[in-house]
């Protein structure tokens, strides 16, 4: 049984850097698309980006900038680090193991996630 | 990339059936049969319901279905239970060069 265990700070200042981890059991993370989506108090769910097994990373365009998404495959952990946060960034974060195909060598994620960890509240306050 | 629209809220007696629809475009819904569902209780994380339009993971009941017409998918729930009251979302693959977009969820009260 695949499990997902978000960690890190519930506490972040604005302007600096929230930095969460993700430790995956039961599973390989072989052929997988490790994925972090968030959800502020009250509203929807905000797929931020994802990890490739290869390494290869995506994120969305408005957070693109600010992102980063990497892994260690050795630990069974992948990461996200968001820099320069703002009170817009206060939200639930959970990270979840996206589904993906491959095509002539190439693989993308299509934006489906079959487990989820139970998330890391962070709030970003002065 | 545009979010999925989805009603704000929903609602069914115990017994009756429900549906959810999630409006997307030629470029999402309309182009690709991989859009999934996801429920959602209060302070728990989602849970995937549905996934390439119409197929269930194990172990979620056949009360819940999925279907697409155009560049609108749905999600049915037969035979409402309370434990169904609970925030449900959509999603679609957008071809490579894309991320999916959430629909912006919508709220599912068993009267």
């Known amino acids: 049984q695949v499990q997902l265990q978000e960690s890190g700070p519930g506490l972040v200042k604005t302007s600096e850097t929230l930095s969460l981890t993700c430790t995956v059991s039961?599973?390989?993370?072989?052929?997988?698309?490790w994925s972090w989506i968030r959800q502020p108090p009250g509203k929807g769910l905000e797929y931020i980006g994802y990890v490739y097994y290869t390494g290869s990373t995506d994120s969305i365009p408005s957070l693109k900038s600010r992102v980063t998404i990497s892994l260690d495959t050795s630990k069974n952990q992948f990461s996200l680090t968001l820099s320069s946060v703002t009170t817009a960034d206060t939200a639930v974060y959970y990270c979840a193991r996206g589904l993906g195909y491959c095509n002539e060598g190439s693989c993308f994620p299509l934006s489906e996630f079959d487990h989820w960890g139970q998330g890391a509240l962070v709030t970003v306050a002065s | 990339q545009s979010a999925l629209t989805q009603p704000p809220s929903a609602s069914g007696s115990p017994g009756q059936s429900v549906t959810i629809s999630c409006t997307g475009s030629s470029s999402d819904v309309g182009a690709y049969n991989y859009v999934s569902w996801y429920q959602q209780h209060p302070g728990k994380a989602p849970k995937r319901m549905i996934y390439?339009?119409?197929k269930r993971p194990s172990g979620v009941p056949d009360r819940f279905s999925g279907s697409k017409s155009g560049n609108t998918a749905s999600l049915t729930v037969s035979g409402l239970q309370a434990e169904d009251e609970a925030d449900y979302y959509c999603?679609?693959?957008?071809?490579?060069?894309?991320?999916?977009?959430f629909g912006g969820g919508t709220k599912l009260t068993v009267l």
């Open positions: 999603i679609s693959y957008a071809g490579n060069d894309n991320l999916g977009v």
């Open positions: 390439e339009v119409s």
């Open positions: 039961g599973d390989s993370m072989f052929h997988y698309h």
